[in-house]
């Protein structure tokens, strides 16, 4: 039984990410750990009385946690789910990224599923600031997130950017795989340039990733890169109604274009499709 991990914050997005993955996998039961993660604002806590307040702030917070866990599950249970899927509860202080790593690191999560939500205005942007920072930290499982107000409803169509400058090793694939098989989907691998023309490197790896999906519904195709690779593949997903687009986390990937220092800070990548991002490692 997969166990898949879902942080939240009790928000309308994370309850978007935690339906989402119910969607999903609604043909196979699972375990879904619901994970809630508090740390106290640390101006509530100076002064004399500094570290007696801290550790009643830490016991509000706490309560607070399971309380609402708590309407989360009360709340599942007015919905119709498969009867063999199991739903786990974690409330825990700290960072959010440091609990996720602690948990992945026993070995327990075979995916990780979580709402991203954009600010408004100049500063609009698809990850928030928790979902980039897991994405840079934890490479060692299949990560999916689901942009705020999606409506997932069939895995029709996957679109799998790539340069065709990475080997692809076959557990690199395979959750990506795994998770189209059920719906018998298929899969564009997309090439986004100026120019199409492939070096060595490019072909073999080409030649790879055809062997690697031959037993799958895929198709190549090539993108004129007329703006940004960013933009490129995001018009090109929404053109063709892709429901999920899919990242490696090779060094030089889409993914490392997508997600430095200067998204993290709010320029525009911007994608109402949910990413799909495949581990490098596992």
Known sequence: MKTILIPTDFSQNAWNALFTALKLFRNEDCRFLLLNTYEPNLINVLGDQGEKRLGLIYESLEAESREKMKNVLNELTTYSLRPGNEFKTRCA???????????????????????????????RV?????????LKHISNRPILA????????ALKTVLLPTDFMHYYESFELQPLLD?????EAEVRVAYAAKEFKLNSTQESNKKLLQTRLKSENSRF??????????DSIRQYGSAIEADMIALMQHRHSF????????VVKRIAFDTEIPLF??????
């Open 255 to 262: 993914l490392e274009a997508v997600t430095k220092e200067k």
């Open 179 to 183: 998770l189209m098989e059920p719906w």
């Open 93 to 123: 202080p700290g960072d959010l990224v440091s609990e996720v790593k602690k948990l992945v690191k026993k070995g327990r999560i075979d995916m990780i599923v979580m709402g991203t939500k954009g600010a408004s205005g100049a500063d």
């Open 277 to 282: 991002i495949l581990p490098k490692r596992l």
């Open 221 to 230: 195709v090539e993108i004129p890169l007329e703006t940004s690779v960013s």
């Open 126 to 134: 698809f990850m928030g600031s928790n979902a980039v920072r897991i």
């Open 146 to 153: 689901v942009p705020e107000g999606y409506n997932f409803q």
